[in-house]
């Protein structure tokens, strides 16, 4: 099993300890006559190393919200900031690694090309690129395809292939749109497993979008649910689990799904906590400890 290990594990971000700082967000599209309003006044703060889950009914604006973090679209009211400065300048300092629902693929470079591209831009040499490259096509499973082409892969490999690229650079954010909808459940399970220890070794942070309720608890902190449009936050679930067997490399071939978390009594408790909230049912305890 391939590790990030040998990579050093960045400092916290020197521009601060907050990954994200949305406030009073909104965005509204169209014109005057029939505005679309996708999100209204969102708050959230993601500290740094945070892992944070979007989720909520579709076209909510989860999508959006994750835009406005990249820089992939502006808020028309509210402010967005990233490590401190604004999300434009996360984008041109690469502060982020970002995979989505479309993989986004160069289509004349090779799966591994592809994988050193972020590498390339931040000027590290041939060799370390390979080198990471290779590390991380062995992470999600496609050493064999590292000389083929986008075209010659299925949806899901070439999602494996945007994950590898997202990680190559082991940026302090993570910025994920059902990243893992397309996959089969065991890929899916092994990629969900490997991402928490990834996240463990490099402390990003992550913003990630989803509809799985348990995948949003499996990998999360905080589950942030969302109303139906007008895009709001509806509720925070806070979840506290014990995920350092899952992110930690097991032995056997499968050993490290975190199978044991995912039939542990407090991680059944915390999905019924999540879907009781995105039913509307937000009158609990915003917090649920389930340690
Ligand atoms: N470029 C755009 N122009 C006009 N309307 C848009 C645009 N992008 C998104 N919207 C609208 O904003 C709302 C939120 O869309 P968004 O894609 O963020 O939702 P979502 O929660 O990610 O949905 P899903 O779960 O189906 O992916 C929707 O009503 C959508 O139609």
Sequence with gaps: MSTVQEHPTPAAHPRGATAVEIVGAGRVFGGRSAPVVAL??????????????????????KSTLLRLVADLDQP??????VFGGSARDARLARDYGIAFQQAGLLPWRTVRANVELPLALAGTGRASR?????????????????????????GGMQQRV????????SPSLLLMDEPFGALDEMT??????????ICAETRAAVVFVTHSIPEAVFLSDRVVVMSP?????????????DRSGAATPGSGPHDDA????????AFVAAVAAVRTALHGGGTGPRGVDLR
């Design 229 to 241: 449009r007008p895009g709001r936050i509806r509720q925070v679930v806070d979840v506290t689990l």
């Design 188 to 197: 899916r399970e092994h990629l969900q497993a490997q991402l928490l220890r």
């Design 162 to 169: 945007a994950i590898a690229r997202a990680l190559a650079d």
């Design 130 to 154: 390979r080198e990471r490259a290779d590390e991380l096509l062995a992470m999600v499973g496609l050493t064999e395809f590292a000389e083929h082409h986008p075209d010659q892969l299925s």
């Design 40 to 61: 209204e006044d969102v708050d959230l703060t993601v500290a740094a190393g945070e892992f944070v889950s979007l989720i909520g009914p579709s076209g909510c604006g």
């Design 258 to 265: 975190g199978d044991d978390l995912r039939t542990d009594a």
């Design 76 to 81: 028309t009211s509210g402010t967005v900031r």
